[in-house]
């Protein structure tokens, strides 16, 4: 399709953009500190009202059963506007919770970051081009950078941008090596062409095979460090310490929604040279990376440090959701007789994608809160500061307890369900097809223990936040003079943990939706095309000149 | 022997050798300049070649914009003992050992190809249609492949004209371009005069 048709479905995105370049301009040209904050909302209002729109006519195509799936580089799937939709709910939630670093508010560079990395999330959800995947990667990553450097004007501020500065580049560099293999392996940029190739019939006896594995390896390290995965975790701790409340809890909810969107991207096209290594590979990492991050966590007394280590075994319970979509034999893979039952294929997928969204919210939430009970300038610090809370500010004191519940999963609240639902999924390996072997069940077991072990140790320091709250005696009020935007922040991601507790059940089935729409990477044939590269039956395009090298 | 071959030896011959002198120069503006020559004259092979996009390239990047900075940058701080350098015994080694490796990969890969690109498969893209109503003999290694410049059909290619057949890289091109702006303001936002710095202070010391 031409790119026109590509420029008209990324409207919600062009909104954005547009904007954020109208705030920066603005920015540069009035002296005080204009209504940057409001006109902010209103971009992402708009381009929600945008996506709304297509999706409705989205969704009108899908019941007629003619889905239009790609244009380009662009893909459409209920996937992309799950995790639009999430990237917009961000944006609102971090332009109402962000501030300056002093009474005034926040710079407009600030404002128009946040929108342009709002945009680069929901271009990465809909991406289905390695190109534009990566490049919606940096458009994440380099307002990041903008954003940490401008967050706090300390010494310990700008080392966590420093820090975050290389350590992202590194990994932008690994997600591009591996991103390079898998382009050498399909001859296209396309993530259709890719599963195309390595689903061809003659793929599985070339060596190519092991060089998608090694490109997906790297794309696996390269976005472990953005959703921090914990070898590569490091740096979280003390960029989140340094930074500004707001500008951690972007830290915490962006780059991780950014990082499981790709990988998702990435394995559900690589998925059929994966094999065993893809749940291998994400139950150890999810093993390491949710012990650790939570006896990590334990020893801290800086909050946001806390919120940190956290936030890395959040990422462990994530990982579990994804081994469980690997695990599982796609439709198409057992297509040779082991039937699977479709919505088994991708429950652990769904039960990821749920626990994304509620973890981003409760996340968000927390950093709203603690950013409203610290000042701009001196953003509240340790857990004992939060001593009575309770008494002084009772309703952000309950807000905060309610999304410390939730993250530590107490019933009946979202995080219970999200963690419910992947132990279940977990669980329920076996229960489908024959062509799982009883020793992936017993790994999934054990994995299910650790994962309860350990929200039994982060219910801990989850605790220790309440209880400084509600049963420490008050010495020192916090400040408490975040500003209005904070307290609207706080307030929305309470209204949004509570929906999501109460609806739990249709919000489950719309991670299942969007689950089955993006496990499989849309067929790039909806838009007839001359693609030379790849053979239009299935051949493997790449070992068509080997075979008729071989027989010269 | 052809003009072409000529050409082609010369060039050669230029680029090798002035690649020694950057290895065996220890002056870093001498470095820079036999670089200089040595990624000129490769440009002029892909020129001969036919490749004249990439030649273009080669000699607006690496030739006009890297190496000028190399060299400014040079003269701009040349101080400190980084202008003349000495190479150690183990700096030898490792740079031989590496820079074998890639020529043991270089050398059987370019032995490897097929002398005259007649087959289909073992054309350059883009050559394909033109290879096949020349008439094959011994000098079509060194004959220039094709007439047609290729800057028009990879500008065409890259923002997907209507003729191409492929979406095109417009979008990622546009997304580049949105990056520059957030690194330009960025930039310019954390390199300025900190003016703002007096009403702070001011509002500390009431408080």
């Known amino acids: ?552 | 022997m052809s003009w072409h071959a000529l050409e082609f030896y010369f060039l050669a011959l230029m680029a090798c050798a002035f690649a020694l002198a950057v290895v065996f120069a220890a002056n870093v503006v001498r470095m820079a300049f036999y670089l200089i020559l040595s990624l000129g004259a490769t440009a002029g092979l892909f020129f001969l070649a036919g490749a004249d996009f990439v030649g273009a390239m080669q000699l607006m990047m690496y030739v006009g914009g890297t190496l000028v900075l190399l060299v400014f940058g040079v003269m701009l701080t040349a101080q400190g003992p980084w202008v003349s350098i000495r190479t150690s015994g183990g700096e030898w080694v490792l740079a031989a050992l590496v820079g074998g490796s890639l020529l043991a990969v270089l050398v059987p890969t370019a032995m490897r190809l097929d002398p005259a690109p007649n087959h289909e498969h073992a054309a350059v893209p883009g050559t394909a249609h033109k290879s096949e109503n020349k008439a094959p003999d011994a000098k079509a290694s060194t004959e220039p492949q094709t007439t047609r410049p290729t800057a028009t059909r990879i500008g065409l290619g890259l923002i997907g004209a209507p003729t191409s057949g492929t979406s095109g890289y417009l979008l990622p091109f546009e997304a580049i371009s949105i990056h520059l702006l957030v690194v330009l303001i960025g930039a310019a936002y954390l390199a300025r005069p900190k003016r703002r710095a007096r009403p702070k202070l001011v509002e500390s010391d009431e408080a």
């Open chain 1, 1 to 552: 399709m031409t790119t026109a048709t590509s420029i008209q479905l990324l409207a919600p995105q062009c909104v954005l953009v547009f904007t954020a370049i109208v705030i920066f301009v603005g920015g540069a040209f009035s002296e005080g500190r204009g209504p940057w904050k409001q006109l902010g909302i209103f971009g992402l209002v708009m381009s929600g009202l945008i996506l709304a729109q297509h999706q409705r006519a989205f969704e009108t195509l899908l019941q007629h059963n003619e889905v239009a799936a790609t244009f380009g580089p662009v893909s459409l799937d209920l996937l992309g506007y799950l995790a639009s939709w999430l990237a917009l709910g961000v944006g609102v939630l971090l332009v109402l919770q962000v501030t300056g670093t002093d009474a005034r508010g926040p710079a407009p560079e600030v404002i128009g970051s946040l929108l342009l990395l709002v945009a680069g999330l929901m271009l990465a959800a809909q991406a289905n081009d390695l190109v534009l995947l990566f490049l919606a990667l940096e458009l994440i990553s380099i307002p990041t950078y903008v954003l940490l450097a401008l967050a706090r004007p300390t010494p310990a501020g700008r080392e966590a941008a420093l820090k975050y500065f290389f350590l992202s580049i590194l990994s932008s560099g690994l997600t591009l090596y591996g991103f390079s293999f898998l382009y050498g392996v399909a001859g296209s940029t396309q993530l259709a062409d890719l599963y195309s190739v390595a689903a061809g019939p003659l793929h599985a006896f070339t060596s190519l095979p092991l060089l998608v594995r090694l490109g997906v390896l790297l794309v696996v390290a390269g976005l472990g460090m953005k959703i921090a995965i914990v070898p590569l975790h490091f740096y979280a701790p003390d960029v989140y310490q340094g930074t500004s409340p707001a500008a951690a809890a972007m830290l915490s909810a962006v780059p991780k929604i950014a990082g499981v969107i790709v990988l998702v991207r990435v394995a559900a096209a690589a998925r059929p040279d994966l094999g065993e290594l893809g749940w291998k590979l994400m139950l150890g990492l999810s093993v390491i990376t949710m012990t650790l991050g939570n006896v990590l966590a334990l020893w801290q007394r800086n909050v946001r440090r806390l919120l940190a280590y956290s936030s890395i075994a959040h990422a462990g319970y994530l990982l579990i959701g994804l081994a469980v979509w690997l695990a599982v034999p796609d439709k198409s893979v057992a297509g040779s007789g082991h039937p699977v039952t479709p919505g088994l294929a991708v429950s652990g997928l769904s039960a990821a994608l749920f626990y994304l969204v509620v973890y981003s919210v409760a996340s968000l939430g927390t950093f709203a809160a603690i950013g409203y009970l610290g000042r701009p300038d001196r953003p509240l610090d340790t857990v004992s500061e939060l001593a009575g809370v309770a008494s002084s500010h009772p309703a952000i004191a309950a807000a905060l307890a309610l999304f410390m519940f939730s993250l530590a999963g107490l019933p009946p609240l979202a995080g219970f369900w999200g963690k419910l639902m992947l132990i279940i999924r977990a669980l329920s390996v076996d229960v489908g097809p024959s062509a799982i072997s009883p020793g992936v069940r017993h790994w999934f077991i054990v994995v299910s223990v650790i994962a309860v072990l350990n929200a039994a140790i982060s219910a801990a320091y989850y605790l220790r936040i309440i209880g400084a709250m509600y049963f420490r005696p008050q010495h020192g009020a916090p400040a408490a003079d975040g500003g209005l935007g904070t307290k609207l922040a706080t307030g929305l991601a309470a209204v949004l943990v509570v929906g999501m507790s109460l609806y739990a059940g249709p919000a489950l089935h719309g991670s299942d939706v969007a689950a089955e729409s993006g496990a499989v990477p849309l067929p790039a044939a909806a838009t007839p095309r001359a693609r030379p590269a790849v053979a239009q039956n299935g051949q493997p395009s790449v070992a068509v000149p080997q075979l008729s090298a071989a027989s010269r």
